[in-house]
């Protein structure tokens, strides 16, 4: 049994078809957690190359559709919350808490502003509730021609002058929920971001206070001169811009951008049919350990087969070139039971892209692949077409001639 997973560990430390292919190949897949983590950690320096090669490979993904829809996404959601009950959130943990608010616990006070009202009198309301806490100064959004980065300095510029510790929040939702339209406006609400009670008109909460005091609550009407609120929600914008999105045509420049960023590992053509046995064994550095300090390997030169036989035919093609997709396509038909047929291409160019790796696919009815340069070294594949088989000590690569083909296949006719 460890041998085994010393022999499957020695696979994916070259680069093996099973370590890249999934179940749609037919390929048995191991699970990790399954192995001997000595023989895992000592197996390491042996698969850093390798490893390294695969990663930067699958890194080099275009992927930068991706991070747009996810900033979509994200701003949908939150979108979607304002339409919601602002419940308290599952914790990860199971039961439900609340969100820790940027005011603190216990009840709030929130002063509505927008710039309408001046920087003079966003100065005064920054003086007047420096120190107290559980107060928060709230916009609604950021003036239409701003850009959030200079919205941010000029409040800061405020808070510089005034050196005041009153915490400016930039919250929509509290507008929305809250139903406020203009200001100066103050609200006491709730933990769980119930109204207790709100008034229009003034930034002072001592009429409020007193009123609640009372055991007034909710709507406590206008009681002083408003102003309009000249930024535009900003989940409104966002729901806005998000519509905007072309989607399709993002999707499609990503997928144009995919060949360029994709280039496999282009090889010469085979001028002459050649097959050539290749040593599968490798060298073990230092003894294989296991768990209880004894020897499962000991150091020096180790051939994977004679624990483990390789099941896989390798076949590479260029698939630009008509007759070797016509040859992956007789090789994966005659690989028989025992073997799983995994058909590679040397290359993709951007200019036929996804047209000419669709068509590849529909005549092989097969996955393609794009070899891999660490695959191609590990196997010497030196010249495409290739195909590469195992007996039980050596690997085997066979290099076909297109006139060796088409000489074959003549024959078959």
Request: aromatic share 4%.
């Amino acid at each position: 049994m460890v041998k085994n997973q010393l022999a499957i560990c020695i696979g994916l430390a070259f680069g093996c078809t099973m370590a890249i292919a999934g179940d749609d190949l037919g390929i048995r897949k191991h699970d990790v957690n399954d192995f001997n983590s000595v023989l895992l950690g000592q197996v390491k320096e042996i698969s850093r190359n390798a490893k390294a090669a695969r990663e930067e490979m699958i890194g080099s993904a275009d992927m930068s559709w991706v991070s747009e829809m996810a900033d979509k996404v994200i701003a949908q959601a939150n979108a979607d919350e304002a339409q919601l009950d602002r419940s308290p959130p599952v914790s990860a943990d199971g039961p439900e808490r609340e969100k820790k608010h940027p005011l603190g616990e216990g009840n709030r006070t929130l002063i509505f502003v927008s710039w309408s009202m001046g920087s003079t009198a966003i100065k005064d309301i920054l003086l007047s509730f420096d120190g107290m806490p559980g107060v928060g100064i709230v916009f609604r959004g950021i003036p239409d021609g701003m850009s959030m980065g200079d919205a941010v300095t000029k409040m800061h510029l405020l808070t510089q002058e005034t050196q005041s510790t009153v915490t400016v929040l930039l919250d929509p939702l509290a507008f929305q929920r809250h139903d406020v339209s203009a200001v100066p406006t103050v609200a006491i609400e709730s933990p769980n971001d119930a109204l207790i009670a709100k008034a229009v008109g003034s930034s002072s909460v001592t009429y409020i206070e007193a009123a609640v005091n009372d055991g007034k609550r909710g709507d406590l009407g206008t009681i002083g001169s408003t102003q309009e609120i000249i930024e535009p929600d900003l989940m409104e914008v966002a729901k806005q811009r998000i519509a905007e999105l072309d989607t399709d045509a993002m999707k499609k420049r990503a997928i144009a951008r995919f060949w360029d960023n994709h280039k496999g590992h282009p090889l010469p053509p085979v001028t002459e049919s050649a097959t050539r046995l290749l040593d599968a064994s490798v060298i073990v550095p230092d003894d294989i350990l296991d768990s209880q300090g004894r020897v499962v390997q000991k150091a020096g030169r180790i051939n994977p087969l004679d624990m483990m036989p390789f099941d896989q035919k390798l076949v590479v093609i260029d698939p630009t070139q008509p007759w070797q997709v016509a040859l992956a396509k007789r090789e994966y038909a005659d690989h028989g039971e025992n073997l799983t047929v995994t058909v590679m291409a040397t290359q993709i160019p951007t200019s036929s892209g996804w047209d000419l790796f669709n068509s590849v696919q529909d005549s092989l009815d097969a996955p393609l692949y794009l070899l891999p340069p660490d695959m191609a070294e590990r196997f010497q594949i030196l010249r495409a077409p290739s195909v590469v088989t195992a007996d039980t000590k050596n690997f085997i690569v066979r290099e076909v001639a297109q006139s060796a083909f088409e000489e074959a296949n003549h024959e078959h006719q």
